[in-house]
């Protein structure tokens, strides 16, 4: 599965959007992205995922890059509760799913 | 119930106890992993079966012991601990073939080994 790389933290004000990017230049073809949240000694949630459109659920929107090297999460208006760890993995959806998990981005929602 | 429970929640054991965690998943899912996180570590993939036969082995040590009886429940069981072993251990389900994959997660068992 491809690296990943993620800033270690990151602050944003409560009621605006919350950018995290994602750097996975050695991503394949067939590789999608995954993201998810891990809230303090929680299990992690999922998220969203893609492979090259950009994607939106009601939870946040996923932006890659035509060249696919990186991708931004985006949270459109980010409250206390989404103070978490933002998990960025890349993997072939067939197989057994193994997904390696980062470090992540611990994103902090200020009131 | 829904969706991937653990318990028990929280576990302390001394070294020669035995113990075991128990996973169940209530999605219909066909796969379903252990994760270790260690203190200020990111997960670490233990575990994963794959309609109910095991499919990856991540060089754990044998006092950590997995049992599948089925695609909905996953065991556990723990022997001869060492303190290092302290750490939150996860359990996640899935479906493989068509679709996203993407795995649910329990809430974990915090397990403190003295």
């Known amino acids: 599965d491809a690296k990943t790389t993620q800033p270690t933290s990151m602050d944003c004000a409560e009621g605006r959007a919350a950018n995290l990017p994602c750097n996975h230049s050695t991503i394949s073809g067939n590789e999608y992205v995954y993201w998810y949240r891990q809230i303090h000694s929680q299990g992690p949630q999922y998220i969203i995922h893609?492979?090259?459109n950009n994607e939106t659920n009601e939870m946040a929107s996923l932006i890659i890059t035509e060249d696919r090297k990186s991708s931004t999460l985006i949270l459109p208006h980010a409250t206390l509760r989404d103070t978490a760890v933002y998990y960025c993995i890349v993997r072939v959806p067939s197989g057994t799913y193994k997904y390696i998990f980062g470090t992540g981005t611990r994103l902090k929602v200020l009131a | 119930e829904t969706g991937v429970t653990q318990t028990p929640r929280h576990l302390v054991m001394g070294m020669t106890n035995k113990k075991s965690l128990k996973c169940e998943q209530h999605?219909?899912?066909?796969?379903m992993y252990w994760y270790k996180q260690s203190a200020k570590k990111p997960l670490e993939l233990m575990f994963v079966y794959n309609f109910k036969e095991q499919t990856e082995n991540n060089s754990v040590p044998s006092r950590f012991s997995p049992e599948c009886p089925n695609s909905s429940h996953l065991f556990l069981h723990l022997h001869t601990l060492q303190p290092e072993d302290s750490a939150l251990y996860l359990c996640a389900s899935s479906h493989l073939g068509t679709g996203g994959g993407e795995q649910f997660f329990g809430p974990g068992t915090r397990l403190t080994v003295l």
């Open positions: 999605l219909g899912h066909n796969a």
């Open positions: 893609g492979l090259k």
